[in-house]
């Protein structure tokens, strides 16, 4: 019997529909149309294509300095904010030395 190692690619996927979408981006694509179409029998108008806009951005688009989706960066914030912190100082502040002292610090990662 022939054997034939296929690698494990745990953050990889493969474009499965027409060799440029996959099944993740898809189901974005089909939900935001499927909420485009309520919005318009529901009276939106022009607004109905405000879902289909937004689930394309966040499937297609790739931020261009982590090099990943939004909808996992996305993700990975929510996890990041939503999980337990650990404070190595324990409530007491730690002096701040060379560059850091003068930058800002932002939540968001970008």
């Known amino acids: 019997m022939q054997y034939y190692p296929v690698p494990y690619l745990p953050t990889g996927e493969e474009k499965l529909i027409a060799g440029f979408m996959s ?16 919005l318009f029998r529901a009276g939106a108008g022009v607004a109905s294509v405000l879902p289909l806009a937004v689930a ?8 261009p300095r982590w ?4 909808d996992r960066l996305l993700v990975h914030l929510v996890r990041y904010e939503a999980g337990p912190k650990s404070f190595a100082n324990r409530g007491i502040a ?17």
């Open 23 to 38: 099944a993740r981006q898809g189901a974005y694509v089909i939900g935001g149309a499927v909420l485009g179409v309520l």
């Open 94 to 110: 730690a002096p701040v030395l060379g560059p850091e002292r003068g930058r800002k610090k932002r939540w968001l990662p970008f």
């Open 67 to 70: 090099g990943m989706r939004l």
């Open 56 to 63: 394309a951005a966040v499937s297609f688009v790739e931020h």
